[in-house]
């Protein structure tokens, strides 16, 4: 009835063969097991390339068709928020890999230290995120009803609030309205993948400050790793395509 | 049986222990967990806001289409650092390699397939308005 019942003598547990007890029956050593949940993790991680790809086609789609309108909204966004994000979330990113590390190494105190430091990261990340989508939402740029597109000097973004002059503009609020949408279901979806993001690694650091066993294998750690790196790549793209449209 | 589960265990740990299994060696060397030195991850990051950095300061620089390129090739680049040394695809197995490759190559099968859409306004089709609508 019990697995060790049907299992080869050699493989059950503690007679001698000695496999470690965070490796599954079915795996014929620790690198394969490993090898199988790096895969298992990268299959994920081709999914969300799907969707995000799908809207990175739809963003090109969009700007190709209209250039002129992409450059002028672009203006309203804020280069040196997003220049801060981008450094942030890079930053966080190198905390998360030294996180796995320690976890490969086994020391709780360093995981414990970097993932802390990793989730700081995060929610400075959302906290300026925030900044940037009321601005937004102030100047009535969030797509629905009350969205009215004006245009803002050459610098309009990198010049906030103060000299903040609305000009009359001869761009068409429809495919202003689409950067928007974009804009919006794009940065959006990237937040709520920070926040995923900060919920696991929440849950792991209290799951290694209180020793829980599970955490005695690092493939857990290494594997919400690569999820946060992922995270870090899709802001890689975004900050240019939607903060930096040369013009 | 304690050196064994050393072997097995904390194999991962040591960069030398892979000696548990001597017939699948070389196998299992290829296939060991690879530790990363803190200078390589410390390296990754200069680069990467090097990189950030650089493709800012081209932003502000009118170079026609040439901009797009440029942007774009540093956002690949910076990419391709994260996925090679953060995420240790580098160092990972053939099977890893692959896996990380596919999402990426089904990505430019998608946009090479719709990169019709450029030619789409060349013939004027009934029902069909491009934004720009200046036909020959």
Redesign the interface.
Same mark, same amino acid.
């Given at each position: 009835m019990s697995v060790e019942a049907i299992q080869p003598a050699g493989h059950a547990h503690g007679n001698g063969h000695g496999h470690p007890p965070e490796q599954a029956h079915q795996f014929e050593d620790m690198p394969q097991q490993n090898e199988v949940y790096v895969v298992g993790m990268w299959t994920f991680l081709v999914t969300e390339i799907m969707f995000f790809g799908a809207l990175f086609l739809a963003y090109t789609t969009y700007r190709m068709l209209h250039p002129d309108v992409f450059l002028d909204a672009h203006r309203h966004l804020n280069v040196t928020l997003g220049g801060i994000n981008t450094v942030v979330l890079l930053t966080s990113s190198f905390f998360m890999a030294m996180g796995v590390r320690a976890a490969q190494l086994r020391s709780q105190t360093w995981q414990l230290f970097w993932i802390a430091l990793t989730i700081l990261c995060a929610f400075a990340f959302l906290g300026i995120k925030t900044v940037e989508y009321k601005e937004k939402f102030d100047h009535n740029l969030f797509p629905g009803q009350t969205f009215h597109y004006f245009s803002v000097g050459e610098h309009g973004g990198a010049s906030e609030t103060a000299a903040f002059t609305p000009e009359k503009s001869n761009v068409p609020q429809g495919e202003a309205e689409m950067f928007f949408v974009l804009y919006f279901v794009m940065t959006g979806l990237h937040g709520i993948h920070v926040i995923i993001g900060i919920i696991v690694f929440a849950v792991m650091w209290l799951m290694i400050k209180f020793k829980h066993p599970a955490m005695n294998y690092y493939m857990w750690v290494e594997m919400a790793g690569l999820y946060w790196h992922f995270v870090d790549i899709v802001w890689i793209f975004l900050f240019p395509l939607y903060y930096l449209i040369p013009g | 049986?304690?050196s064994?589960?050393t072997s097995?265990?904390g194999?991962?740990?040591h960069s030398s222990g892979h000696d548990?299994?001597d017939g699948h060696a070389s196998h299992?060397q290829h296939?060991?967990?690879h530790?990363?030195p803190?200078s390589v991850?410390?390296k990754?990051?200069a680069a990467?806001?090097i990189l950030?950095l650089i493709?800012?300061y081209?932003?502000?620089?009118?170079?026609g289409a040439a901009?797009?390129f440029i942007?774009?090739g540093?956002?690949i680049t910076?990419?391709l650092l994260?996925?090679l040394?953060?995420?240790?695809v580098k160092y990972?197995?053939k099977?890893?390699w692959l896996?990380?490759s596919?999402? +990426?190559i089904?990505?430019l099968l998608? +946009?090479g397939i719709?990169s019709d859409?450029?030619t789409r306004k060349w013939i004027p089709v009934p029902g069909w308005q491009?934004?720009?609508s200046e036909q020959k």
């Open positions: - | 049986m304690t064994e589960v097995g265990h194999g991962d740990s548990g299994h299992q296939r060991q967990h530790i990363t803190v991850y410390l990754t990051f990467l806001l950030m493709t800012i081209a932003s502000f620089i009118n170079l901009n797009n942007s774009m540093i956002a910076k990419a994260v996925i040394f953060f995420m240790q990972g197995t099977l890893t896996w990380a596919l999402g +990426f089904w990505f998608m +946009f719709s859409y450029v491009p934004a720009h």
